[in-house]
């Protein structure tokens, strides 16, 4: 993949965009668009300058309006500014975590506890299709006494992955600064 964006102009002109994909960029797709997406979250969390606006629906009025007359307005609404700030940098923080893991590509191996010793070995089996017994091979575990594999734990890492990609897809539009 070559990507080539250009800077935005000051004119209103059309920036200029160039983008190569091969085939062996879609081979895995989610893996190369996360390898761009993690450095562009990452830039975006350092330098952002605002929070999307639903974060800041609390916020009852203008700073700058009438109300500012009153003390408790004032300290009310930095208070919220100051939380949907907050917020918005714990979703940007599950996004960036969620990316990296994708861009990682190996965390299932804290999965495995001690050490396997793998197999491939014979099996006479009955093809479903045409009914002939026929030879495949059989992944046997060598060690079963000294591997394990933490199910659980690997099923709530997957989850907490999904978490931080759907909130990329839900804010995608909020992804500006």
């Given at each position: 993949m070559k990507v080539n964006l250009g800077k935005f102009r000051d004119n209103d002109a059309n920036r200029t965009v160039k983008v190569v994909i091969n085939d062996y960029d879609t081979w895995s797709l989610d893996y190369t668009l996360a390898l761009i997406i993690l450095p562009a979250l990452l830039q975006?969390?350092?330098?952002?300058?605002?929070?999307?606006?639903?974060?800041?629906?609390?916020i009852?009025?203008?700073p700058n309006a009438v109300q500012r007359s009153?003390?408790?307005?004032?300290?009310?609404?930095?208070?919220?500014?100051?939380k949907?700030?907050?917020?918005?940098?714990?979703?940007?923080?599950?996004?960036?975590?969620?990316f990296y893991q994708l861009v990682r590509d190996d965390?299932?191996?804290?999965?495995?506890?001690?050490?396997?010793?793998?197999?491939?070995e014979p099996i006479?089996?009955?093809n479903p299709v045409t009914g002939k017994t026929e030879t495949m091979q059989q992944m046997i575990d060598k060690n079963p006494d000294e591997h394990w594999y933490d199910h659980v734990g690997h099923d709530l890492h997957v989850e907490r992955v999904q978490e931080g990609l759907e909130l990329f897809g839900k804010y995608y539009k909020a992804l500006w600064d």
């Open positions: 975006l969390r350092q330098s952002k300058s605002s929070t999307p606006g639903e974060f800041m629906l609390d009852s009025g203008d009153f003390d408790f307005h004032i300290e009310t609404y930095n208070e919220t500014v100051d949907a700030h907050e917020k918005w940098e714990n979703i940007l923080d599950k996004m960036i975590w969620s965390y299932a191996k804290q999965y495995h506890h001690g050490k396997m010793d793998l197999s491939f006479e089996m009955t």
